[in-house]
């Protein structure tokens, strides 16, 4: 057993949970450097950063992603959030282990635990600890009568007497149901949030549309492999405003582009489309009429489709068309077009949309069947892709979510677009380009020997510390030829060298590390010494 090690406790190591992993110096350089790239672009745009909370209210999500899509079905972390685990261990106690007969003792020590957790949650209610909803009221008020129909002191008449086995049934299903506090969910996206905080805060009386960028995890349970991450990175920018103008989808994009530009990036692909439009209680949209067309159609090829897209025929034909089975793409190319079903408006919306691009000299492909995997879109759609990124090749998609704040309670008529880039796949395509380094290397490196060197060793680091130098100190003392070693090591561009000697004459020495030139400045020399000289 080692040190530190109590008796029954395993000697472990921890890692990283399956899927979520650590990003480590120097890769944190680089991704510093594409977030601040990422927000110059977007402050050029007039995009403002707007800050969200990690965790939302598991309906949240339900209600704008879409109960019909994998994300909310399969891929959400949620969890209720309440502090009551003693409580949550009575309820599993009285849910798992009901009398399975009747015996008095055993009856008796039941109804003890009922009546505690009526008694609990009541006081907690009253405190406004747990939620106090019709819902839980009920509960309890069932879960009273329940518990006293069983009476521990009379035995049931004949073993298995019905009223017994229906009380112990009621107690079991209304202690389940009782909730001790929200359901939350790690946020898997962040769309849906930045419509929540528009609305909560009014933001629709603000002067113009809303430009806003949000940087951050998410968190999807998905099947981890490169480039797909249960803990994730995305960038996301999201306009919200009473137009629906083509040119603010144009200018979203086209500030896509210039950041992929920047990267460094050359191989990519735009891809857009129209998805059309959804019912609305003036007028019909185009897209519930596509959407039945193509169920017709995908009825008579379900044979030949796997489970997925099978059951989607009937709950969401559209996902079918997102489908990356090999085996489907053959069939999904034969599938009727959204293009031939758009209305009037989308249609010129689209139009003006492809004019914009060109206007703004972005390159673009349409693809007839790019449709996004979330229930808000409609018309525009986009995503990029690249091919060095492997089999997960989308860089970043987005599109129009134009009824998603009302859906969400907020005004009438407030209209969206957006996208959001996944940050772990640009860095994997920058590294991939191998165009941008961006380690951030140690500009002095003080070399300091003896008692009274380290005074000015420690003052001289954050002279040159508040000049925005990055110096290593070394917290103890090390001998130079040591201290040299390590300098070169850490790829530091100079070393600052001081001893006993050097604090005498108050001359320090400099050593250029890449060429070995040293020579000695005073002390009152040093800050302009690497300021950067006129011409150089
Ligand atoms: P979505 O929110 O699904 O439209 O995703 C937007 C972008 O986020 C994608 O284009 C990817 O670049 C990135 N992304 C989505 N899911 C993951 C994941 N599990 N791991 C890494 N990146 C992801």
């Not at 003036?282 to 193509?294: A, D, F, M, S, T």
């Not at 790019?370 to 525009?380: A, E, I, N, S």
């Not at 420690?458 to 090390?478: D, I």
């Not at 030829?481 to 790829?491: C, H, S, W």
């Given at each position: 057993?080692?040190?530190?090690?109590?008796p029954?406790?395993?000697?472990?190591?921890?890692?990283?949970?399956?899927?979520?992993?650590?990003?480590?110096?120097?890769?944190?350089?680089?991704?510093?450097?594409?977030?601040?790239t990422?927000?110059?672009?977007?402050?050029?745009?007039?995009?403002?950063?707007?800050?969200?909370?990690?965790?939302?209210?598991?309906?949240l999500?339900?209600?704008?992603?879409?109960?019909e899509?994998?994300?909310?079905?399969?891929?959400?972390?949620?969890?209720?959030?309440?502090?009551?685990?003693d409580?949550?261990?009575?309820?599993?106690?009285?849910?798992?282990?009901?009398?399975?007969?009747?015996?008095?003792?055993?009856?008796?020590?039941?109804?003890?635990?009922?009546?505690?957790?009526i008694?609990?949650?009541?006081?907690?209610?009253?405190?406004?600890?747990?939620?106090?909803?019709?819902?839980?009221?009920?509960a309890?008020?069932?879960?009273?009568?329940?518990?006293?129909?069983?009476?521990?002191?009379?035995?049931?008449?004949?073993?298995?007497?019905?009223?017994?086995?229906?009380?112990?049934?009621?107690?079991?299903?209304?202690?389940?149901?009782?909730k001790?506090?929200?359901v939350?969910?790690?946020?898997?996206?962040?769309?849906?949030?930045?419509?929540?905080?528009?609305?909560?805060?009014?933001?629709?009386?603000?002067?113009?549309?809303?430009?806003?960028?949000?940087?951050?995890?998410?968190f999807?349970?998905?099947?981890?492999?490169?480039?797909?991450?249960?803990?994730?990175?995305?960038?996301?920018?999201?306009?919200?405003?009473?137009?629906?103008?083509?040119?603010?989808?144009?200018?979203?994009?086209?500030?896509?582009?210039?950041?992929?530009?920047?990267?460094?990036?050359?191989?990519?692909?735009?891809?857009?489309?129209?998805?059309?439009?959804?019912?609305?209680?003036?007028?019909?949209?185009?897209?519930?009429?596509?959407?039945e067309?193509?169920?017709?159609?995908?009825?008579?090829?379900?044979?030949?489709?796997?489970?997925?897209?099978q059951?989607?025929?009937?709950?969401?034909?559209?996902?079918?068309?997102?489908?990356?089975?090999?085996?489907?793409?053959?069939?999904?190319?034969?599938?009727?077009?959204?293009?031939?079903?758009?209305?009037?408006?989308?249609?010129?919306?689209?139009?003006?949309?492809?004019?914009?691009?060109?206007l703004r000299?972005?390159?673009?492909?349409?693809?007839?069947?790019?449709v996004?995997?979330l229930?808000?879109?409609?018309r525009?759609?986009?995503?990029?892709?690249?091919?060095?990124?492997?089999?997960?090749?989308?860089?970043?998609g987005g599109?129009?979510?134009?009824?998603?704040?009302?859906?969400?309670?907020?005004p009438?008529?407030?209209?969206?677009?957006?996208?959001?880039?996944?940050e772990?796949?640009f860095?994997?395509?920058?590294?991939?380009?191998?165009?941008?380094?961006?380690?951030?290397?140690?500009?002095?490196?003080?070399?300091?020997?003896?008692?009274?060197?380290?005074p000015?060793?420690?003052?001289?680091?954050?002279?040159?510390?508040?000049e925005?130098?990055?110096v290593?100190?070394?917290?103890?003392?090390?001998?130079?030829r040591?201290?040299?070693?390590?300098?070169?090591k850490l790829?530091?561009r100079?070393?600052?060298i001081?001893?006993?000697?050097?604090?005498?004459?108050?001359?320090?020495?400099?050593?250029r590390?890449?060429?070995?030139?040293?020579?000695?400045?005073?002390?009152?020399a040093?800050?302009?010494?690497?300021?950067?000289?006129?011409?150089?």
């Amino acid at each position: 057993m080692g040190e530190g090690t109590k008796p029954g406790q395993e000697r472990r190591r921890f890692r990283a949970i399956k899927g979520v992993r650590d990003i480590l110096p120097p890769a944190t350089d680089l991704w510093n450097w594409f977030e601040k790239t990422a927000r110059g672009v977007m402050e050029a745009y007039n995009f403002h950063e707007i800050r969200l909370p990690i965790f939302e209210e598991t309906e949240l999500f339900a209600r704008s992603i879409g109960v019909e899509t994998d994300v909310v079905t399969k891929e959400m972390y949620t969890f209720a959030d309440h502090g009551y685990w003693d409580l949550e261990l009575v309820r599993i106690r009285i849910v798992n282990n009901p009398p399975g007969h009747w015996d008095g003792s055993v009856v008796q020590s039941y109804r003890t635990q009922v009546a505690n957790l009526i008694d609990q949650c009541r006081m907690l209610i009253g405190a406004g600890e747990i939620p106090d909803t019709p819902a839980n009221a009920r509960a309890l008020s069932e879960l009273d009568l329940a518990v006293n129909a069983i009476n521990s002191s009379i035995p049931p008449v004949g073993m298995g007497s019905t009223q017994f086995d229906a009380s112990i049934l009621q107690i079991v299903h209304y202690a389940r149901s009782l909730k001790f506090g929200d359901v939350v969910t790690l946020r898997p996206e962040a769309t849906a949030s930045v419509a929540r905080a528009y609305i909560e805060h009014g933001m629709q009386t603000l002067p113009g549309d809303q430009k806003l960028y949000y940087i951050g995890p998410m968190f999807r349970r998905e099947r981890p492999q490169k480039g797909r991450y249960r803990q994730f990175y995305q960038i996301g920018a999201e306009v919200l405003g009473t137009s629906d103008a083509p040119a603010i989808d144009a200018e979203l994009i086209e500030m896509l582009t210039v950041l992929i530009e920047r990267c460094r990036i050359e191989k990519w692909t735009l891809l857009v489309n129209s998805i059309g439009c959804p019912d609305t209680p003036e007028r019909k949209g185009c897209r519930p009429k596509y959407v039945e067309r193509l169920r017709e159609e995908l009825r008579k090829v379900k044979d030949k489709l796997g489970a997925d897209s099978q059951r989607r025929i009937d709950t969401n034909p559209l996902r079918v068309l997102d489908s990356k089975l090999p085996e489907e793409q053959a069939i999904i190319e034969k599938l009727p077009k959204i293009s031939d079903f758009l209305c009037e408006d989308c249609r010129a919306h689209f139009e003006k949309l492809k004019q914009e691009l060109k206007l703004r000299q972005v390159a673009f492909t349409e693809a007839p069947r790019l449709v996004r995997g979330l229930d808000y879109y409609m018309r525009t759609t986009f995503e990029i892709t690249s091919p060095v990124l492997g089999a997960q090749n989308a860089l970043c998609g987005g599109g129009r979510y134009d009824g998603l704040v009302e859906l969400l309670g907020g005004p009438r008529g407030i209209k969206g677009i957006g996208f959001a880039l996944g940050e772990d796949r640009f860095i994997d395509a920058i590294e991939e380009a191998k165009k941008i380094h961006a380690t951030r290397p140690v500009d002095v490196f003080i070399a300091w020997m003896g008692e009274k060197a380290y005074p000015t060793a420690v003052r001289l680091a954050r002279v040159l510390r508040e000049e925005k130098h990055t110096v290593e100190l070394p917290p103890e003392e090390m001998k130079f030829r040591k201290a040299l070693e390590r300098a070169d090591k850490l790829g530091a561009r100079y070393a600052l060298i001081m001893g006993e000697d050097e604090i005498k004459t108050g001359e320090l020495s400099i050593k250029r590390l890449a060429d070995g030139k040293q020579e000695k400045i005073s002390e009152d020399a040093l800050v302009d010494y690497f300021r950067p000289k006129a011409g150089a």
